[in-house]
């Protein structure tokens, strides 16, 4: 399976700042996801990154307040913008080779905003 | 939209006990996935069921696809500490996205 690789891993920030979050894999894949997950919860989903285009976000997520970038194949940023506490959680990117495949997660980022 | 429940919420048992988790849909599934999560980890993908009334092993694990393609099962023999984490069910919605259960935590205590 490919290999993600999630960065930062965590980070603490200052409410009212943003944040970009890098996901790169190592093979080009079909389609990347984002989830956002609250501790003890469901993975609940951000958006879709289209590599090339505006990424589809789920409702209850705009783009304004996480934009997100696929320049390729293999490489995918989320931002969380304007960040409040209420953004503190773990992000998660995830992959699919191709359809009907499963899904395979980078290993998250913890963001705490104080 | 398409929803996925999965029960219990959580389970504490002693190990060497038995565990079970389900996921039900009220609509069809084309497949059904399953995804181990340890603490402080992310989720990692186990096995995906395809067929009616599909069976597989994996270990000490295994997983069940109803005759009907709309509830699954995955059933632990002698739990051990190893096995401590949250279990998600998911399914596909069409084409690519994935929806997920709320997960079952399971706890085991030696």
């Known amino acids: 399976s490919a290999v993600i690789s999630q960065k930062p891993s965590r980070d603490i920030c200052q409410r009212g700042t943003s944040l970009t979050i890098q996901c790169q894999v190592d093979s080009q894949v079909t389609m990347m996801f984002w989830y956002r997950q609250q501790p003890g919860q469901s993975l609940t989903l951000i958006a879709t990154?289209?590599?090339?285009?505006?990424?589809?976000?789920e409702s209850g997520f705009v783009i304004d307040k996480f934009p997100i970038s696929r320049p390729n194949l293999t490489f995918s940023t989320l931002t969380v913008s304007n960040m409040s506490p209420e953004d503190s959680s773990i992000y998660l990117c995830?992959?699919?080779?191709?359809?009907?495949?499963?899904?395979?997660f980078g290993d998250g980022t913890r963001l705490s905003i104080l | 939209g398409q929803q996925v429940m999965q029960i219990p919420q959580y389970q504490h048992v002693q190990e060497g006990e038995d565990f079970t988790t389900y996921c039900n849909s009220s609509?069809?599934?084309?497949?059904i996935q399953w995804y181990k999560q340890r603490p402080g980890g992310h989720p990692v993908f186990l096995i995906q069921l395809v067929k009616s009334g599909e069976v597989k092993k994996q270990k000490r694990l295994t997983f069940q696809f109803g005759e009907a393609k709309k509830n699954s099962s995955l059933h632990i023999t002698a739990t051990q500490t190893t096995d401590v984490g949250t279990y998600f069910c998911a399914a596909h919605t069409g084409g690519f996205k994935t929806i997920f259960g709320a997960g079952t935590r399971l706890f085991v205590k030696a």
């Open positions: 990154a289209n590599q090339g285009s505006e990424a589809t976000y």
């Open positions: 995830s992959v699919v080779a191709s359809s009907n495949q499963p899904q395979h």
């Open positions: 609509t069809t599934l084309s497949n």
